[in-house]
């Protein structure tokens, strides 16, 4: 049964201003109603660019990684022509899906309930008893491709054939990447680091968008991460919206600080966090030279799944008391915050709240939320 989103419920609530200062926010209920949920998988997940993987993770052909795209489960493989294609992760016989996690396949992949076979480009290969099946065609049962693009070697996929391309959608999000990170074009994925962490695959126990706009602010900075504040310079951090994607950022605050201790010689000397439209996020913290990728996903109104990838440069490490801070300090401190706030939204206690901005003081302004919530209006129509 295919849940009706009940628009009518948004008449007792005061709509989003253009003015942030004036608006309220979202109503509560659209961070819990399952029919919302379907909504926004229909009118956003279906349709945006999602990150998957980086190409250090296919270096040959037969490399892939899977991953889900809210239900839809997809991968990324690396053909022999040195391309990446991507595919629904589902087998076209009784579908079990291919592959899991990251790996390499040798010549084909291969379903591991009835072995039916399909070569790297999706071509379903003749399985056993099928060429005396009666009208059965190979040809239609190779894999179902979703597209792909590849930038700064983040490899995204997209479920709609008529997207618009990533270029597009991004603007010049990726081009601002590179001239602040003059070493990106080195950067390869480090397992070490992402093992260390545990950090595939988690899952926190609140709506996406809780998420989506705790990512958005630093008005909480100060009550909620006193270490990130005696890290970072307040007075200098800013949030800049460029079209669907907005970037913050603000430079060291001093070397000897609560967070770890950062070299006056190390490469990186600020803070800054690129947000792309819905649900991503690439960021840098003082120190050598690493670039975080994050993806979290919606599984369920109340449940998000959060999937980040490490990149350094070869040969560079990244101090242990830095991975300790951003793991065991700075995560479990949002995480509490979005579990806090994904239960206060279902109370009845709860219907609107306001935004407190100013973008002259940017470190403590919501203007970067309110022109989420902006976006997200748009693309479901409220």
């Known amino acids: 049964m295919v849940l009706e989103f009940d628009r009518s419920r948004m008449a007792s609530f005061r709509p989003l201003e253009s003015d942030a200062r004036r608006s309220p926010t979202l109503p509560g209920f659209l961070y819990s109603d399952p029919a919302v949920f379907a909504e926004e998988k229909r009118r956003i997940f279906d349709r945006c660019w999602q990150l998957i993987a980086h190409e250090s993770e296919l270096p040959e052909p037969g490399c892939y990684v899977a991953g889900q795209i809210v239900e839809e489960p997809v991968f990324v493989v690396r053909q022999r022509n040195g391309g990446i294609a991507g595919f629904y992760n589902v087998c076209q016989h009784r579908a079990h899906q291919l592959v899991s996690g990251r790996g390499q ?3 084909r992949l291969v379903c591991p309930y009835h072995a039916w076979c399909y070569d790297l480009d999706g071509t379903h290969l003749p399985a056993r008893l099928t060429r005396e099946l009666p009208g059965f065609d190979a ?13 700064l070697g983040f490899v995204f ?6 997207a618009p ?4 959608v991004a603007g010049d999000m990726f081009q601002d990447m590179a001239a602040s990170l003059p070493w990106l074009d080195q950067v390869r994925v480090n397992p070490s680091v992402v093992d260390s962490t545990a950090w595939e695959g988690s899952t926190l126990a609140a709506n996406w968008k809780v998420l989506a706009e705790n990512c958005l602010e630093c008005y909480h900075c100060g009550p909620a991460h006193r270490d990130f504040v005696d890290l970072i310079d307040m007075q200098d951090y800013r949030y800049v919206a460029h079209g669907k994607w907005l970037k913050s950022q603000g430079r060291l605050l001093k070397c000897e600080n609560s967070a770890y201790k950062v070299d006056a010689g190390e490469p990186v000397q ?3 966090f690129w947000h792309l439209w819905p649900n991503m996020e690439f960021s840098v913290l003082p120190g050598g030279r690493a670039l975080g ?3 979290f996903t919606p599984a369920d109104p109340g449940t998000t799944v959060m999937n980040s990838i490490m990149l350094t440069v070869p040969g560079e490490t990244i101090a242990a008391e830095r991975l300790r801070y951003r793991w065991e300090v700075l995560w479990p401190e949002d995480e509490a915050i979005c579990l806090s706030v994904h239960q206060g939204l279902k109370s009845r206690g709860y219907r609107q709240g306001r935004f407190v901005s100013d973008e002259a003081r940017s ?3 919501e203007h970067a939320v309110h022109n989420f919530q902006l976006r997200y209006a748009e693309a479901m129509g409220l």
């Open 363 to 365: 470190s403590i302004s």
């Open 293 to 295: 990728g994050f993806r």
């Open 270 to 272: 600020e803070a800054a």
């Open 157 to 162: 996929v997209n479920l709609d054939a008529e």
């Open 165 to 168: 391309p990533l270029t597009e």
């Open 139 to 151: 040809a239609d049962f190779g894999l179902k491709p979703v597209r792909v693009e590849v930038a």
């Open 105 to 107: 396949v040798k010549k």
